[in-house]
């Protein structure tokens, strides 16, 4: 593959990156648009874990991570496909964990369950 080639497949990546998320692999559908970038974080912050259904590899942990961090109010979040969780860290002024799961859900297709076990990490950190 020449570098033009090359250049051309990553140029139209980035470009249809601006448009949704998509999925690495088979396993979801997606292509709603993206929301802001993750913002600074602020003092206030809580923490929640969610369970995450749909995915079907690793990549699509690094989707759902993406999509997650995309949200407005979200400034960390850590997706593992071995356990099919999320923990994401947010500002509860900005958003909330309802929103935190549809938007995870419009975004990528998979779906997230809040944790509310005592065990969990759920709460302030």
Same mark, same amino acid.
């Given at each position: ?17 601006? #448009? ?21 974080? #602020? ?12 995915? %079907? ?6 989707? #759902? ?6 949200? %407005? ?53």
């Amino acid at each position: 593959m020449t570098p033009l080639v090359r250049f051309s497949i990553v140029a139209v990546a980035v470009a249809a990156g601006a #448009a949704g998320i998509r999925p690495l692999c088979r396993g979801a559908s997606a292509g709603t648009p993206l929301l802001a970038a993750q913002e600074a974080q #602020a003092a206030d912050t809580a923490v929640v874990r969610f369970t995450v259904t749909g995915m %079907t590899c690793g990549s699509c942990a690094t989707t #759902a991570r993406v999509a997650l961090q995309r949200l %407005t109010g979200v400034y960390r979040a850590t997706v593992s496909y071995d356990s099919s969780s999320a923990i994401v860290q947010y500002d509860p002024q900005r958003t909330s964990p309802d929103r935190i799961a549809d938007h995870l859900v419009r975004m990528t297709g998979y779906r997230a369950t809040l944790v509310t076990d005592r065990n969990a990490v759920v709460g302030r950190p």
